[in-house]
């Protein structure tokens, strides 16, 4: 298998709300329901979901039958990031429509000072096959602009 295509990805929004009211919401690394996962647990079930310890690994269930394992590489309560790899993304075509390896993503929030909301980055590198690349991508993006839309229900505009 050639994996000869490199996607690398920058996604971003500003969230309505300070930086600690976004981190507290999403700074749990093995419950990613906030972002529209209809479900995501760890797996090891005796870990709690606010165990955020490195090497950590949730499941997710994006679809009936469509599971992803995504293990916590790098954690940090200060800077407002974590950083994880998919490790199992189902067998032959079930999750995405090709094969890749080496995916990492990072989920950061930092400040806007000037109007006291939250700017959120969610990066995203792997490599791939050459003929599916741009199409892995791409649900990897929708995944994050559903997490984006979903931040923006939990924190709405003032009126």
């Known amino acids: 298998m050639s994996y000869t295509a490199r996607r690398e990805t920058f996604q971003s929004d500003v969230i309505n ?6 981190w507290n919401h999403i700074k ?3 419950d990613l329901t906030w972002a529209g996962v209809s479900k995501s647990e760890p797996l090891d079930p005796a870990r709690a ?3 955020n310890l490195i090497g950590s690994v949730r499941v997710l269930t994006i679809a009936p039958g469509k599971l992803l394992q995504e293990t916590l ?22 999750v995405f429509p090709g094969k890749f390896q080496n ?11 000037e109007s006291d909301t939250t700017f959120i980055t ?3 590198s792997f490599d791939g096959e050459q003929g599916t690349a741009d ?3 791409d649900i990897i993006k929708g995944v994050f602009q559903g997490g ?12």
């Open 135 to 137: 199409l892995v991508s």
């Open 49 to 51: 979901k606010t165990d």
């Open 122 to 124: 969610w990066t995203f």
């Open 148 to 159: 984006f839309m979903q931040l923006h229900k939990a924190f709405p505009p003032q009126q």
């Open 28 to 30: 749990n690394f093995l």
């Open 73 to 94: 590489l790098e954690y940090s309560e200060t800077n407002r990031y974590y950083t994880y790899a998919i490790t199992k993304h189902g067998d032959d075509a079930s």
């Open 103 to 113: 995916y990492r993503a990072t989920t950061r929030v930092q400040p806007v000072t």
């Open 17 to 22: 709300a300070p930086v600690d009211q976004v």
